[in-house]
């Protein structure tokens, strides 16, 4: 699985927008970028996901770099209740496994009021 | 509703004993799938299962077993616990099972073998 990097940490003040980065150099042709988070003490949450072109929804946007080595997740306005860890995942569009989600660190997003 | 709920959510066990986790989902979808969060806070799959096919990690002891009594369910069962098996365990369910699915996470269950 290609994977991706991600800075550890990361801070924002509320209601500010936040941006976190994540490179994925090696993605191939096929590979959806997912972003989920993980509030503390709770299970992970779908963000949003693209593949090739930029992607809104409610929860945030999505952008992602015209090679496809890199993509933003854009939160807008950063709430209290955004602090979470954030994960950047790779999903491959083959094989008997291309549903299953590989983790890596994430990055921590600390909002301070 | 909680459309993906695990029960218990705190497990506290012996080593050497067996032990089951449940999990449900209500959302009517095809593949549920067990992920393991340790410690140091790392997720890992563990299983995925849809009626067709279960796909199961390699680094996964075979004292690990997924049982699907329906569709809606796929329990843990873990035999002879280890001290190693103290972590987070996270179900999840999606409609396919592909690159595309959205997985819908349970609130995790903390077992904790002393």
């Known amino acids: 699985d290609a994977k991706t990097t991600q800075p550890n940490s990361m801070e924002s003040n509320e209601e500010e927008p936040v941006h976190l980065p994540c490179n994925h150099s090696t993605i191939s042709g096929t590979d959806y970028i997912h972003w989920y988070r993980q509030l503390p003490s709770q299970g992970p949450e779908y963000v949003i996901h693209g593949l090739t072109s930029n992607v809104n929804n409610r929860m945030a946007s999505l952008a992602i770099a015209e090679d496809r080595k890199s993509s933003t997740l854009i939160l807008h306005r950063a709430t209290l209740r955004d602090a979470a860890v954030y994960y950047c995942i790779l999903r491959a569009n083959y094989g008997g496994s291309q549903g299953n989600l590989i983790f890596g660190k994430g990055t921590k997003l600390s909002v301070k009021p | ?114």
Not at chain 2, 13 to 28: A, F, R, V, Y
């Open chain 2, 1 to 114: 509703d909680t459309a993906v709920s695990q029960t218990p959510k705190y497990l506290v066990t012996q080593m050497g004993n067996d032990k089951s986790i449940k999990c449900e989902q209500n959302l009517g979808h095809d593949t549920m799938y067990w992920y393991k969060q340790d410690s140091k806070k790392f997720l890992k799959i563990m299983f995925s299962y849809n009626n067709k096919e279960l796909i199961i990690n390699e680094t996964v002891p075979n004292r690990f077993s997924p049982k699907s009594p329906d569709k809606a369910h796929l329990n843990l069962h873990i035999n002879s616990l280890e001290l190693g098996d103290s972590a987070v365990y996270f179900c999840a369910s999606s409609q396919g099972g592909d690159s595309t699915d959205t997985q819908y996470f349970g609130p995790g269950t903390r077992l904790t073998v002393l």
